[in-house]
């Protein structure tokens, strides 16, 4: 009896299901249609929003509009519009998108209180982007960190470094730090600190130190270098050299130079001291504490 009840049972909830199947066939056929349309919709939406978004920034650039200026737009219409992609998508499902608009203002006030940080780091984006103190391919140093400026993205600023690192900035970290934009103009001042010895003939000097940086085709004629005594320090007599090169070539003169003075003042015998600190030893006083040490104890009482 108890396998008949066991057979029974599964019979009639089979039937029971058919049942339900049968009479709810139209619903099932409908809401398999919601979903695949709002998976059509979710796909071709993604399309043409990369579309969209592409063909926009292709115009942008085709303006002559600054790459970061490019990028940043780009992210935020693509970010936008899948937004509303998304939302469609939901409706078409049968989900009742004002009621999602609601919630989704709602949760955007929560979170923008909870992450207010965020929220200052992409009005600080704006800032860069609208008063664009560098873009991308610039190198420059913020909030303690060099290097090429790779993009500057709705949240952070990317930079590569010398050493080939990626370092990401916070924008609200970048826009409140002071920026030093090494690659905005196209000229830039070497400033070398050479020190030579006391010794040594001034006069000659800079004629030799002058003469071997125009000797350098990257060195520019104007404006004209400077050279001259800038310090008398403890162990040298500190001359400054300062020539203009190009932004491009500010390095590699910067080696060769420092390696063409080091040269130069040994071949005309001007000597570049290291520090040193002169004690004298008078021997007068030495032989007097001598002879104060050697007098019998009953004398000196």
Known sequence: MTEQNAVLAVEQTANEAMSWLASNQELMIQYAMNVLTALTILLIGNWVVKKVAG??????????????VVDFIENMVRYVMFAIVLIAALGRMGVETASIVAVIGAAGLAIGLALQGSLSNFAAGVLIV??????????????????????????????????????VVPNGTVISSPITNFSRHDTRRIDFVIGVSYKSDLKKTKEVLT??????????????????????????????????????????TYFDLMQAIKEGLDKEGIEIPFPQMDVHYHAAMAGAKATEKSKPVAEMA
């Open 130 to 167: 609208t008063f664009r103190p560098f873009k991308s391919g610039d190198y420059v140093e913020v909030a303690g960190v060099a290097g090429l400026v790779e993009s500057i993205q709705i949240f952070s600023t990317v930079l590569k470094t010398t050493d080939n690192k990626m370092v």
């Open 211 to 252: 003469r071997i940086v125009k000797a350098d085709v990257r060195v520019l004629p104007e404006p004209e270098p400077t050279v001259g005594v800038v310090a008398l320090a403890d162990s040298s007599v500190n001359f400054v050299v300062r020539p203009w090169v190009n932004t491009a070539d500010y390095w590699s």
């Open 55 to 68: 063909s926009l920034a292709v115009v942008l650039k085709k303006r002559n509009l600054d790459q970061t």
